[in-house]
């Protein structure tokens, strides 16, 4: 389907999110909003951190913030205001490093301007985080070097892009071997017909560009990643007749998904793992995902794919990782477990989670009330 050129979607795209909103309430749909989970509470302590204006000038939808971080090199795209960056901030600690990059000139100067607030707020002799004002789909013209970071996130931003193939190429460039690329962005339910892509309020308002969620299989895989780890997802309503009638049946969801950069080593095995407990935040139990959740000390049976994820990734030292008896090897790299199902369809997910809690409380985790 054609799509307005590339450079007339940034431009509109800057304009929406500089000059038109002006506080998150601004927004006239509900995809930054998210199904209401309690957050941990060092998470809402460095939240408490962060500078109101930051926040107020915040845009995302839910909070992107993935475990094990200490002492972690983060890259995040898409960074407007910079909440997310000055929370990691505090959670890399004053040993790791926090880049957000942003092509909203107006946004890079709001999180900016309190870099030296955020370092004497949280006890820094030195900032460790910095800003860029650049496109996430050209790192490298931004001065990002291959292989330079631990872990990228975003928190629905790519769908704001005209090319995600290329977001995605230039995230995993930028990841080391073993690092993960953990982000928040909106899927249609659909490839999205002409009328909904080139429409501007559906653009700024992050539904216009999103992916068919089968796409970002696809792409992710193409691009070097092991397949999308699906983490969680809430439905997105539109609330505005005008916007609705042009939507029409298309659906949409904010989700949660997680991507690894994992090297070919050979034969990859069905493993037993054993969580060791003890990340921050999450001492007695990990929720890797929307298929594994890991108990501190239970032995638990995963397919070569999340082996190796486990095995290359950061995660590696918080495991025990055995060969699961009498089970002959997989080819090399991420091949997916076929003979097992696992929840892939970010819209299969949320019927699932309506069915046990049919009225999900939702919170805006844009605004100064939603995460604090």
Same mark, same amino acid.
């Given at each position: 389907?054609?799509? #307005?050129?590339?450079?007339?979607?940034?431009?509109?795209?800057?304009?929406?999110?500089?000059?038109?909103?002006?506080?998150?309430?601004?927004?006239?749909?509900?995809?930054?909003?998210?199904?209401?989970? #309690?957050?941990?509470?060092?998470?809402?302590?460095?939240?408490?951190?962060?500078?109101?204006?930051?926040?107020?000038? %915040?845009?995302?939808?839910?909070?992107?913030? #993935?475990?094990?971080?200490?002492?972690?090199?983060?890259?995040?795209?898409?960074?407007?205001?910079? !909440?997310?960056?000055?929370?990691?901030?505090?959670?890399?600690?004053?040993?790791?490093?926090?880049?957000?990059?942003?092509?909203?000139?107006?946004?890079?100067?709001?999180?900016?301007?309190?870099?030296? %607030?955020?370092?004497?707020?949280?006890?820094?002799?030195?900032?460790?985080?910095?800003?860029?004002?650049?496109?996430?789909?050209?790192?490298?013209?931004? @001065?990002?070097?291959?292989?330079?970071?631990?872990?990228?996130?975003?928190?629905?931003?790519?769908?704001?892009?005209?090319?995600?193939?290329?977001?995605?190429?230039?995230?995993?460039?930028?990841?080391?071997?073993?690092?993960?690329?953990?982000?928040?962005?909106?899927?249609?339910?659909?490839?999205? $017909?002409?009328?909904? !892509?080139?429409?501007?309020?559906?653009?700024?308002?992050?539904?216009?560009?999103?992916?068919?969620?089968?796409?970002?299989?696809?792409?992710?895989?193409?691009?070097?990643?092991?397949? $999308?780890?699906?983490?969680?997802?809430? !439905?997105?309503?539109?609330?505005?007749?005008?916007?609705?009638?042009?939507? @029409?049946?298309?659906?949409?969801?904010?989700?949660?998904?997680?991507?690894?950069?994992?090297?070919?080593?050979?034969?990859?095995? !069905?493993?037993?793992?054993?969580?060791?407990?003890?990340?921050? @935040?999450?001492?007695?139990?990990?929720?890797?995902?929307?298929?594994?959740?890991?108990?501190?000390?239970?032995?638990?049976?995963?397919?070569?794919?999340?082996?190796?994820?486990?095995?290359?990734?950061?995660?590696?030292?918080?495991?025990?990782?055995?060969?699961?008896?009498?089970?002959?090897?997989? $080819?090399?790299?991420?091949?997916?477990?076929?003979?097992?199902?696992?929840?892939?369809?970010?819209?299969?997910?949320?019927?699932?989670?309506?069915?046990?809690? #049919?009225?999900?409380?939702?919170?805006?985790?844009? @605004? $100064?009330?939603?995460?604090?």
């Amino acid at each position: 389907m054609a799509v #307005p050129a590339g450079e007339q979607i940034h431009r509109e795209v800057q304009d929406y999110y500089g000059k038109e909103l002006q506080k998150s309430e601004d927004l006239q749909t509900n995809a930054c909003v998210t199904v209401g989970r #309690p957050l941990p509470t060092f998470v809402r302590e460095a939240l408490k951190c962060v500078h109101e204006d930051v926040v107020s000038r %915040y845009y995302g939808c839910g909070l992107v913030i #993935p475990e094990c971080l200490e002492t972690c090199r983060v890259l995040d795209l898409g960074s407007g205001s910079g !909440r997310d960056c000055y929370t990691l901030s505090k959670l890399v600690g004053e040993k790791g490093h926090v880049t957000g990059i942003d092509m909203t000139s107006a946004q890079v100067e709001v999180a900016k301007k309190h870099i030296d %607030y955020h370092t004497k707020k949280l006890g820094y002799q030195l900032p460790n985080v910095d800003f860029i004002h650049g496109y996430m789909e050209k790192l490298g013209e931004a @001065g990002l070097k291959d292989k330079s970071y631990d872990i990228v996130i975003s928190n629905c931003a790519i769908n704001l892009s005209p090319d995600k193939r290329a977001v995605l190429q230039e995230a995993c460039r930028v990841l080391k071997a073993g690092g993960e690329m953990y982000f928040s962005d909106v899927y249609a339910s659909c490839e999205l $017909p002409e009328d909904i !892509r080139k429409h501007r309020v559906l653009w700024g308002e992050c539904l216009g560009g999103a992916l068919w969620w089968k796409d970002l299989y696809r792409i992710a895989e193409e691009v070097g990643f092991c397949p $999308p780890r699906l983490v969680t997802a809430s !439905r997105i309503t539109v609330n505005n007749k005008e916007l609705e009638n042009v939507v @029409g049946d298309c659906r949409f969801v904010s989700a949660t998904f997680r991507l690894f950069k994992v090297p070919k080593k050979g034969p990859a095995l !069905r493993c037993q793992v054993i969580y060791n407990g003890g990340i921050t @935040g999450h001492e007695k139990e990990l929720e890797f995902d929307a298929n594994f959740t890991f108990k501190e000390g239970d032995v638990v049976e995963v397919d070569a794919e999340t082996a190796a994820i486990l095995q290359s990734s950061r995660f590696a030292e918080e495991f025990l990782i055995r060969p699961a008896a009498g089970k002959a090897s997989a $080819p090399a790299g991420c091949c997916r477990a076929k003979a097992e199902e696992k929840i892939l369809d970010p819209f299969q997910l949320v019927e699932l989670l309506e069915a046990k809690d #049919p009225a999900p409380k939702l919170v805006d985790c844009c @605004g $100064p009330k939603g995460c604090h």
